[in-house]
């Protein structure tokens, strides 16, 4: 059977409820590899959530359902503050990116609190915003930036980034609506260690299953790379997602 955007692979997937240090629960969801440790974790920061960026914005949910099955990976999705999803909605409100630190930092402490493995930060858009603001945490092994916007954060949270010697990966599309390779590169470069790829014909928002792949197989080479390049296609048990948000 070829993966399909709504094809779901087997994992051990529960509820989660995060617990800020200003006293917010925050909805979310960890999905397991489903009968082995995780040999890596993603923290998944998703896109601004004014634009209707939530932990189901759909590159962040494919990595969910492929992922923990297809590279032995465990992946943390979560809604922050006053986002909301199909799992249900954050307390509190929005908070420009700002208030959004305790966030970060409760769904790191739950890494480290269920003892998960190799935390990787991957944000999308705003998510990227955090994880360069707030994510340079001790616990943290790197970054995964998915269309960097470079708005909200700026050259002092590059340079923490810089200093930490934490990689950093941003995957940049040519026709980006706010940050193209070329100006990436530029902006990036007070990280010695980050690694931009452009990636050909791509838009801010990922949509296609071709570039749905490009993004997963990059995030997997760099966070399990032996399980890297991912399959294809799959012949165990799956379901399908038959909700609207399946495309």
């Known amino acids: ?43 998944c920061l998703h896109p601004l959530p004014t634009a209707e960026g939530m932990m189901d914005s759909h590159v962040l949910r494919k990595a969910a359902y492929r992922l923990p099955a297809l590279a032995d990976v465990a992946v943390l999705r979560f809604n922050t503050r006053g986002t909301t999803s199909r799992r249900g909605t954050s307390d509190g409100t929005f908070g420009e990116g700002e208030a959004e630190r305790f966030d970060v930092a409760a769904a790191i402490e739950f890494v480290e609190f269920e003892e998960l493995p190799a935390p990787w930060l991957l944000g999308w858009s705003f998510g990227t915003e955090l994880a360069l603001k707030w994510g340079c945490d001790p616990e943290v092994v790197g970054a995964l930036l998915l269309s960097p916007p470079l708005h909200r954060a700026g050259n002092t949270d590059l340079d ?5 010697g934490k990689p950093v990966t941003a995957l940049v599309p040519e026709f980006d609506d706010y940050l193209r390779p070329p100006e990436a590169r530029e902006r990036f470069a007070r990280i010695p260690q980050a690694d931009v790829v452009g990636v050909d014909n791509a838009k801010h928002l990922w949509v296609g299953e071709p570039y749905v792949r490009i993004v997963l197989n990059e995030i997997v080479r760099r966070v399990n790379p032996q399980c890297y390049p991912l399959p294809t296609e799959w012949d165990g048990p799956h379901e399908r997602d038959t909700s609207s948000l399946a495309r």
Do not use: C, F, K, Q
């Open 1 to 43: 059977m070829e993966i399909r955007a709504s094809t779901i692979l087997p994992a051990r997937r529960r509820d989660i409820t995060l617990h800020t240090a200003d006293g917010l629960n925050l909805v979310g969801e960890l999905a397991l590899p489903e009968d082995r440790a995780p040999a890596a974790t993603l923290v």
């Open 160 to 164: 923490t980034w810089a200093a930490s």
